[in-house]
């Protein structure tokens, strides 16, 4: 485990290593202290990739030539961004919809043209446990479809923990151990988030079978906003 | 289904059987004090149904939303209810260990971190199974979201939270 000083940079830590630390067809594990963390992790994702697009998007539209770029495939990708997945558990859908709109991100559009989906993740869990795979593989398939780069998917895992008892994380294991850590030719980036209380209730073990022993990469941000601590 | 403001009427009837506690051996017994305070300051004492100012019942109230403690920790308080509320679960749960025969009843947010309210419903009846148990959601409650819980788990009733989607 390495700790990386982060200061009030906290939430860009986090983006960078989402962005550059994870590549396409691998799935990984962030842990946060609380909801107020959780939120602006995936507030400043989604702006990142909806709204920073759009304005950059607009300045090359504009044919300013300090953004210019002449690859094409980069070009592509501004008028196709990656679809974004929300999985929500603690917060409601219009919670979420809310946020993202206090930080810029026009969610209603980005809804409309297919790079936005909020979800309770309830209903992706529950009755049938496999429902969020089929739900992304059907994304990660229009994407394709649709020339966007790939998937991008933020879960809140908190679903794992509400009929549980004591002890008991077969389900959950089960389920995590069932997503690859990476899967060649892959187009969706998977960050199964964890809450640190709900994360505390595993034992040493089970945090060791989550991550397929040690396979997947894995964040965890700590109380202080003065550390993001992360598996390398 | 009950919106948060009619809350101490629905508590108020699904206590109706109990006795009235007429001692204070709990610590938030300034906690009731204070709010009875408030009331004959700020509006004219709309318990006309409690007017000997004794508590009507003991609640544990936990939600892991601040604002929606306060706002239901001030709606009992202001019905003559003696209220100790938590935002953690776990502290929640601690506090009922050591004063289960205090309670009459509990009224907990589903989704929350650490401990669900599914969960902790269970440790408390499991604990004192004379406490009633309310959850409460700002999700859709679904007919299926529940079969899972019962049989194993006992909910004298559910509320669903009126800020919802």
Known sequence: MRMTSAGSHRIESVMQWFEDGMEEGENGILVYPNMQTFREIYMQYAKDQLVAREEQKENEDNNNDDYHDNNNRHKEQLLMPRIILIATFYDTVN????NLSAVGVDVQSHIDDGSLLIVDAYDGYYPNINGMKMLVKSL????????????????????FFLYDGDGDASELISYETSLPSKTDGGNVRGLSCYHTRDYENLDDSQKKELDTQGQKKSLEVTE????VAFDA | MQGLPSLPVVVRLLLSGKERKDKDTHSNKNKYYEGLNRNRSNEEHSNEDNKDDKPLANLLIVDDDPDIAQVLEQGFLKNSFLVSTFTNPEEALKNFQSNSEDYCLMLSDIRMPGISGIKLARKVKEINPKVKVILMTSFEIKDNEFSKVFPSTQVDGFVQKTNSD
Not at chain 1, 95 to 98: E, G
Not at chain 1, 142 to 159: D, H, L, P, T, W
């Open chain 1, 224 to 227: 202080s906003a003065a550390y």
């Open chain 1, 95 to 98: 919670a979420v919809k809310h």
């Open chain 1, 140 to 159: 990660s398939d229009r994407a394709r479809k649709e020339g966007r780069i790939g998937v991008s998917v933020i879960s809140n895992m908190g679903f």
